[in-house]
């Protein structure tokens, strides 16, 4: 039986107290689903209702549904090891001591301004990203940060000859049966996201880096549903079959991957802990307003999707809400 009282009502009070116009939501249990829809999909120019269907900008979800599983395959392939240094693969990167599993684990310590970001051409964003420096956080800070996963987008173009997105496209999404998630979602099926220059942003990924970067991007682009991300879910926590990873894999990424000492992270998940036996549960955000959560010893999981940036981005009290979400659900995941 699916019972999570106060996580449902921490949730539909998001829509209930208009701290995001409308959420769609879930709860998986074994082959079980309860999902559910409050709320509008936009409050500006004007309102809309809110559809069970509708697609939603995963945002940096998109690191671990497409990019992570990508970078698992090669290293399944042996193409690829988590060893390896980010240079084998993108040679004019200049530190060696960057590898694989310090991206995945965003321990690679790569920071640095880039001066007019948002106004370089996808190739000019990628050849600054690539020339950052290294600082003396490297292996010693969990910074999270959308680079490691843009280099590590880059890494597997330079390996398999193909942008990372048509890579997801034909080597998770299309195996997994996923018909409604992608990259190029239908505009008018979208749930809007900011109000940015003029123009609510509808059906068109609300990352700058993403927008310039397009295919090239392994750090955000993904659109997707409910139905899908639910069958991705049960993927996860060993309901079904995930058709691109092994089962190895799959149970390696509820393991710490970070250094003792450090924030716990796994590949690419972050990770958060069951509060009576202490396993670890992988989750992972995304700036619109995206949570997943999943359970591999219970086979249990929840799944946020809100357009929180709505008409404005910010919007500090859906992370506050979003927090007690997560612990609310942890004490009720029985």
């Not at 310090?102 to 051409?121: A, C, E, M, Q, Y």
């Not at 190739?123 to 940060?145: G, Q």
């Not at 496209?169 to 195996?175: A, C, D, F, G, K």
Request: net charge positive; glycine share 6%; proline share 6%.
């Amino acid at each position: 039986m699916i019972y999570f009282p106060k996580t449902q009502t921490l949730i539909e009070a998001l829509a209930s107290e208009r701290i995001v116009p409308g959420v769609n939501y879930a709860f998986l249990k074994g082959q079980q689903v309860f999902a559910s829809t409050v709320g509008f999909a936009s409050i500006y120019p004007q309102i809309t209702q809110l559809s069970p269907f509708a697609y939603y900008d995963l945002a940096s979800c998109t690191k671990v549904l497409a990019t992570t599983p990508l970078v698992l395959q090669e290293v399944e392939a042996g193409r690829m090891a988590f060893s390896d240094p980010l240079q084998k693969f993108i040679p004019e990167f200049q530190d060696r001591r960057v590898e694989i599993r310090h991206l995945l684990t965003h321990t690679s310590g790569i920071k640095g301004w880039i001066p007019n970001r948002d106004r370089l051409s996808g190739e000019e964003l990628a050849s600054a990203i690539i020339s950052l420096p290294v600082t003396s956080e490297f292996n010693r800070v969990v910074r999270y940060a959308d680079t490691n996963f843009v280099l590590l987008g880059l890494a597997l173009e330079r390996l398999t000859g193909q942008p990372v997105q048509e890579l997801a496209m034909e080597r998770v999404i299309q195996p997994m049966g996923l018909t409604e998630t992608t990259f190029d979602p239908p505009k008018a099926e979208c749930v809007p996201t900011e109000l940015a220059h003029g123009q609510v942003l509808q059906g068109i990924v609300h990352d700058p880096k993403a927008q310039q970067l397009g295919k090239r991007c392994g750090s955000a682009g993904l659109f997707s549903v409910m139905e899908d991300l639910v069958k991705l879910g049960q993927g996860y926590m060993g309901v079904r079959d995930l058709p691109f990873l092994n089962k190895q894999s799959v149970k390696d990424l509820y393991q710490v991957k970070t250094p003792a000492g450090l924030k716990e992270r796994s590949w690419g998940w972050n990770l958060i802990f069951d509060p009576e036996k202490n396993y670890p549960l992988i989750y992972h955000t995304g700036y619109t307003g995206t949570l997943i959560l999943f359970d591999r010893v219970k086979q249990s999981g929840l799944i946020l999707l809100t357009n929180r940036v709505h008409p404005t981005r910010h919007n500090q009290a859906f992370l506050t809400m979003r927090s007690r979400i997560i612990h609310a659900f942890l004490a009720e995941n029985k």
